[in-house]
């Protein structure tokens, strides 16, 4: 039997320290506000944004959403990011990803400022994810899976840790802030060979492939914390991770579940980092 990781203690924990530090702005007359930007109605974007707006509520920050149509175009979604860009009222700005194939990704990432870029779309921002740099914001994500591993007190620095995925919302940036806490990365992907063998040295596992239940009993070295990212709905509408944890949870010390693992850490970092971009824009 594992120990399971819940998230809600550490969203609480994260959320009560945001309450007192909105109390605090809000003396001064200062309201921190995100605004998300989302282009058409994907399922799991409206699924990101319930629990954002939730979460945000709840510790005190604004939120606006700015819902574009499906069909925008690039010049026009670009009009609407500056106009965001440029109101001082918004310190966050989340844009939902990925956006539609008409949309030029690698152009708009640029358009952000960095200063509100809370889940790391510039390359601003990701660069001083590469540096290691604290003045940025590294993806909101990758940040819960730090801070589930920091609450339950596992040992990063010196383990093994193995990624299983390389996307820039998740696995790439998460196996660099794993690096950040000193452990030995690996970053597995669909090339991977003999992927299994691979995992099984991992003593922290961190799963985000995005494929229901992929991940095995035989992934897992016996004892090892298995975290997973995965968010993917059946065709009963249930959520299930990308770890078949029923397997899993017999071989790890320590086990995520989903839902209420990552996914339910994701908002409060977003919080925070509208919180500390908040914090930054009036030089507190
Ligand atoms: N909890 C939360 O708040 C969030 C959860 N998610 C969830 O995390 C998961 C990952 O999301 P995201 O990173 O955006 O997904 P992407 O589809 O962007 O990336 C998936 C990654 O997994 C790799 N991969 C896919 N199939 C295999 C395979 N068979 N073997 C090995 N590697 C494989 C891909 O490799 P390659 O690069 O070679 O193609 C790729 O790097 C999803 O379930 C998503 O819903 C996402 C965001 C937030
Ligand atoms: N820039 C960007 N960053 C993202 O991180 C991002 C994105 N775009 N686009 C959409 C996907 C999808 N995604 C989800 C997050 C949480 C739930 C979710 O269901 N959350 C539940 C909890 C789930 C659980 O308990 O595990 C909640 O917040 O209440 C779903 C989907 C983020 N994404």
């Known amino acids: 039997m594992s120990t399971l990781l819940k998230g809600k203690a550490v969203a609480d924990n994260i959320s009560e320290d945001l309450i007192k530090e909105?109390?605090?702005?809000?003396?001064?007359?200062?309201?921190?506000?995100?605004?998300?930007?989302?282009?058409?109605?994907?399922?799991?974007?409206?699924?990101?944004?319930?629990?954002?707006l939730n979460r945000c509520a709840k510790v005190g920050v604004e939120t606006e959403v700015k819902e574009l149509p499906e069909d925008i175009t690039q010049e026009d979604f670009i009009k609407e990011l500056r106009k965001i860009n440029n109101d001082t009222n918004i310190?966050?700005?989340?844009?939902?990803?990925?956006?539609?194939?008409?949309?030029?990704?690698?152009?708009?990432?640029?358009?952000?400022?960095?200063?509100?870029?809370?889940?790391?779309?510039?390359?601003?921002?990701?660069?001083?994810?590469?540096?290691?740099?604290?003045?940025?914001?590294?993806?909101c994500t990758p940040m819960a899976v730090i801070e589930i591993l920091k609450h339950y007190q596992v040992p990063m620095e010196g383990k093994k840790a193995v990624v299983l995925g390389r996307s820039m919302v998740v696995g790439k940036p998460a196996a660099l802030l794993l690096l950040k806490e000193n452990a030995t990365v690996t970053i597995c992907h669909s090339r991977t060979r003999e992927l299994s063998k691979v995992t099984q040295e991992g003593d922290i596992l961190v799963a985000a492939i995005g494929k229901g239940k992929f991940v095995k009993e035989d992934f897992v070295k016996?004892?090892?914390?298995?975290?997973?990212?995965?968010?993917?709905?059946?065709?009963?509408?249930?959520?299930?991770?990308?770890?078949?944890?029923?397997?899993?949870?017999?071989?790890?010390?320590?086990?995520?579940?989903?839902?209420?693992?990552?996914?339910?850490?994701?908002?409060?970092?977003?919080?925070?980092?509208?919180?500390?971009?908040?914090?930054?824009?009036?030089?507190?």
């Open 22 to 52: 909105v109390e605090i702005l809000k003396e001064k007359e200062i309201t921190p506000k995100l605004a998300i930007i989302r282009v058409g109605a994907r399922p799991d974007d409206l699924a990101y944004e319930r629990g954002a």
């Open 91 to 139: 310190h966050g700005i989340l844009v939902f990803r990925p956006l539609p194939k008409h949309l030029n990704e690698e152009v708009i990432k640029y358009e952000i400022v960095p200063e509100k870029d809370v889940d790391c779309f510039s390359p601003i921002n990701a660069a001083k994810l590469l540096e290691g740099d604290d003045t940025g914001f590294p993806p």
């Open 222 to 284: 016996e004892g090892a914390v298995v975290i997973d990212v995965g968010i993917n709905v059946d065709e009963e509408g249930n959520l299930h991770g990308d770890v078949d944890f029923d397997q899993c949870e017999k071989k790890a010390s320590m086990i995520t579940p989903v839902p209420g693992g990552v996914g339910s850490v994701t908002t409060s970092i977003l919080a925070k980092h509208v919180i500390k971009a908040c914090k930054l824009q009036n030089n507190l």
